[in-house]
């Protein structure tokens, strides 16, 4: 019954340190999702995958990158930490998308509260 | 580029009253979402409104969709404590073609009941 798994839960990283959080899913779903949330800003899509051994950006994925190895792993690295990544990370996985009425509920992680010094 | 805008941001409320929360967004869309997150917590589904019309209830809580207007509402009735948290709409630019399921999010609303 686990869904989504997200860790670690939290990190603390210094300017220029790299890091990797992990994404892993038990649903055998299709479609990842890597977000990031700040206040006041709804959540974000930094990266996302379609399938095994396929990733694509989306609207912040600068100082991002990601890969997608295993359908159930999808794994979010940053190589060089900015204060400006702070922030809570939230991974996603969806059955399937673009088919004609399905619902592609996304189901979220516990999220990854990062923050960069 | 599409842009969705929730009002309120923030929504202090008496328990028992009812008020409405309001997504619009600026793109053509027929596939909204409704989430909620308590603090600290993920998010969870509470609604899918896939065509112009639709409406979904769920105990105290009813989410409607009118693609014309592009405006999306979530209607609280007789608002309880436990009703507490943030809700976010999302909406999916599907539009006819693969959107490959990306949502583009609210900034959320964040709701408090008070007794």
């Known amino acids: 019954n686990a869904g989504v798994t997200q860790t670690p839960k939290f990190r603390v990283l210094k300017t220029g340190q790299s890091m990797t959080l992990l994404c892993a899913q038990d649903?055998?779903?299709?479609?990842m999702y890597w977000y990031r949330q700040d206040p006041g800003m709804g959540l974000r899509l930094i990266h996302y995958?379609?399938?095994?051994?396929?990733?694509a950006k989306g609207e912040v994925p600068d100082g991002y990158n990601v890969s997608r190895l295993k359908k159930q792993n999808f794994l979010l690295g940053l190589e060089s930490a900015a204060p400006s990544q702070t922030s809570v990370y939230f991974c996603?996985?969806?059955?399937?998308?673009?088919?004609?009425?399905?619902?592609?509920?996304?189901?979220f992680g516990a999220g990854t509260r990062l923050s960069v010094l | 580029e599409l842009k969705v805008e929730q009002n309120p941001l923030f929504l202090s409320m008496q328990e028992g009253k009812n008020y409405t929360i309001y997504c619009n967004y600026s793109?053509?869309?027929?596939?909204l979402y409704w989430y909620r997150q308590d603090p600290g917590k993920s998010l969870e589904s509470l609604f899918v409104?896939?065509?112009?019309?639709a409406v979904k209830q769920e105990g105290r809580l009813m989410a409607s969709l009118d693609t014309k207007a592009r405006l999306s509402t979530l209607h609280i009735t007789a608002a309880v404590h436990d009703l507490s948290a943030t809700y976010f709409c999302?909406?999916?630019?599907?539009?006819?073609?693969?959107?490959?399921?990306?949502?583009?999010f609210g900034q959320g609303t964040i709701l408090t009941v008070h007794p």
């Open positions: 409104l896939l065509s112009n019309g």
């Open positions: 995958s379609v399938g095994e051994g396929t990733t």
């Open positions: 996603a996985s969806s059955r399937l998308a673009g088919a004609l009425l399905a619902k592609n509920i996304q189901y």
């Open positions: 793109t053509t869309s027929d596939r």
């Open positions: 649903m055998n779903h299709e479609y």
């Open positions: 999302a909406v999916d630019l599907y539009g006819g073609g693969t959107s490959y399921g990306k949502l583009t």
